[in-house]
């Protein structure tokens, strides 16, 4: 099932809705706002979105607002703190990802200006272009979290079905064409 599918579903926990109709496919041009998906998709490994979704606020505190250079910084107190932490999924491996990831953006952002422009420097690749770039660049970034990531944020084309409604208004087809 499609997600846009599941959320027209009844049985959808509503945090899924705003987050369909609002954010996922569209274009993201922030670097934090693509870091904060990044985290999350991460951090989704093995859980279910709805998790995710519902601890994104504890996540925005926890993790410094997703302000990249904060949490390229964090040291082993801070992964213990965020391990005692019940506002996020706290798990040794994808919070050490964060710290590593962070020091990687950095890096990409002095290299090429930003992530978002990184990321443009790849447009057109296909998944498993995108897959090896990213499993070579980055931490925990498996083909899904890879997938998942691209099209929430408008770099791989199929975030919607053609009959929802979010379809025809969502400007995500923009970053995915060639």
Request: with cysteine; charged share 20%.
């Amino acid at each position: 099932m499609s997600y846009c599918a599941a959320v027209r579903s009844p049985n959808i926990d509503p945090c899924h809705i705003p987050y369909h109709d609002t954010e996922y496919g569209f274009p993201v041009f922030s670097d934090t706002d693509l870091f904060e998906r990044l985290l999350l998709e991460i951090n989704q490994a093995g859980l279910s979105w709805t998790t995710v979704l519902k601890k994104r606020a504890g996540f925005r505190e926890a993790y410094a607002q997703f302000h990249i250079p904060t949490i390229a910084a964090f040291n082993a107190d801070d992964h213990a703190r965020l391990m005692a932490d019940p506002g996020i999924i706290r798990n040794r491996l994808k919070i050490q990802a964060a710290t590593q990831n962070a020091q990687v953006v950095l890096e990409l952002i002095r290299r090429h200006g930003s992530f978002v422009e990184w990321l443009h420097l790849h447009r057109g690749s296909d998944l498993t272009a995108w897959t090896k770039l990213f499993r070579k660049t980055f931490t925990f970034t498996g083909g899904e979290i890879v997938r998942e990531f691209l099209m929430s944020t408008g770099y791989l084309p199929g975030a919607h079905d053609p009959d929802c409604p979010i379809y025809l208004v969502s400007p995500g087809k923009i970053l995915c064409s060639s």
